[in-house]
């Protein structure tokens, strides 16, 4: 048993498999999420990964996985198995997320959320708020004492993007980017205009609403769009791509009974 963990973060989207060795995340990749790969294709694909790395299977400690997808997560099970010699741990309900979950659901929060969250925590301390910009665009609020204290979800940019060009006859699907002015002179410019800074101003009126009911916070950003988002507003303090998968380890550190 080695010194590497495999932490795949499964989101509707993509799939960002990322590489730690030891706490230091070594490297990782961002890939598009099939819920029709078959097991045999899901381990062969993870195993390339690691020959990429120079990693061999039989160096890894574990292989961790937070999914949002559950068509995905029996065949990459039996995927790790057969082709990684690892019984993957998941993000679920009933583990040790060292966090009170003060919510209605617990077992309904989604896994990326939780590692989100106890990452944030874990890094800033409370009360923080973090912003994961993915197919969909949540915020989950952490209290002083760490303790999980609910959310928002909203449909990301990308939903909004493709139902806008799936439901008109003559508008284009159009890259997600700030446009160079807020007043379009064409089609595609008129669309990122509406696009970019009509959920800047979701973001900051959802931000400011839950600053307003939680207090002082510190607000992190993960997530795709995360940089080109906190360019444009001063309510976001810290921008960290890798959010996620540092809360993921966090999470399987915790049910190794280890200190992380």
């Given at each position: 048993m080695g010194e590497f963990l495999l932490a795949l973060?499964?989101?509707?989207?993509?799939?960002?498999?990322?590489?730690?060795?030891?706490?230091?995340?070594?490297?990782?990749?961002?890939?598009?999420?099939?819920?029709?790969?078959?097991?045999?294709?899901?381990?062969?694909?993870?195993?390339?990964?690691?020959?990429?790395?120079?990693?061999?299977?039989?160096?890894?400690?574990?292989?961790?996985v937070a999914s949002v997808v559950p068509q995905v997560d029996l065949r990459l099970n039996e995927g790790v198995k057969r082709y990684l010699n690892r019984t993957p741990f998941f993000v679920e309900p009933g583990i040790r997320t060292g966090m009170p979950l003060l919510v209605d659901a617990p077992q309904e929060?989604?896994?990326?959320?939780?590692?989100?969250a106890v990452a944030a925590f874990a890094e800033h301390g409370g009360p923080c708020l973090v912003l994961d910009f993915g197919t969909a665009i949540t915020w989950e609020v952490v209290s002083a004492e760490g303790e999980y204290l609910g959310g928002v979800i909203a449909p990301g940019p990308g939903v909004t993007a493709d139902a806008l060009s799936s439901k008109t006859a003559k508008l284009p699907s159009v890259a997600m980017a700030p446009p160079a002015r807020v007043i379009g002179k064409g089609t595609v410019d008129s669309i990122q205009s509406g696009l970019f800074y009509g959920y800047l101003g979701l973001i900051e009126g959802v931000t400011r609403r839950?600053?307003?009911?939680?207090?002082?916070?510190?607000?992190?950003?993960?997530?795709?769009?995360?940089?080109?988002?906190?360019?444009?507003?001063?309510?976001?303090?810290?921008?960290?791509?890798?959010?996620?998968?540092?809360?993921?380890?966090?999470?399987?550190?915790?049910?190794?009974?280890?200190?992380?």
């Amino acid at each position: 048993m080695g010194e590497f963990l495999l932490a795949l973060d499964v989101g509707n989207t993509n799939t960002v498999v990322g590489l730690f060795e030891g706490e230091a995340l070594r490297t990782h990749w961002r890939l598009t999420t099939h819920a029709e790969r078959t097991a045999d294709e899901v381990g062969i694909w993870l195993h390339q990964l690691l020959r990429w790395e120079k990693v061999d299977p039989a160096d890894l400690e574990a292989v961790a996985v937070a999914s949002v997808v559950p068509q995905v997560d029996l065949r990459l099970n039996e995927g790790v198995k057969r082709y990684l010699n690892r019984t993957p741990f998941f993000v679920e309900p009933g583990i040790r997320t060292g966090m009170p979950l003060l919510v209605d659901a617990p077992q309904e929060l989604g896994a990326d959320r939780l590692c989100d969250a106890v990452a944030a925590f874990a890094e800033h301390g409370g009360p923080c708020l973090v912003l994961d910009f993915g197919t969909a665009i949540t915020w989950e609020v952490v209290s002083a004492e760490g303790e999980y204290l609910g959310g928002v979800i909203a449909p990301g940019p990308g939903v909004t993007a493709d139902a806008l060009s799936s439901k008109t006859a003559k508008l284009p699907s159009v890259a997600m980017a700030p446009p160079a002015r807020v007043i379009g002179k064409g089609t595609v410019d008129s669309i990122q205009s509406g696009l970019f800074y009509g959920y800047l101003g979701l973001i900051e009126g959802v931000t400011r609403r839950i600053l307003d009911e939680l207090g002082e916070a510190t607000v992190v950003a993960t997530g795709g769009l995360a940089g080109a988002f906190a360019s444009e507003t001063d309510l976001i303090h810290h921008v960290e791509p890798d959010l996620t998968l540092h809360g993921l380890r966090l999470m399987w550190a915790l049910n190794q009974g280890e200190t992380a």
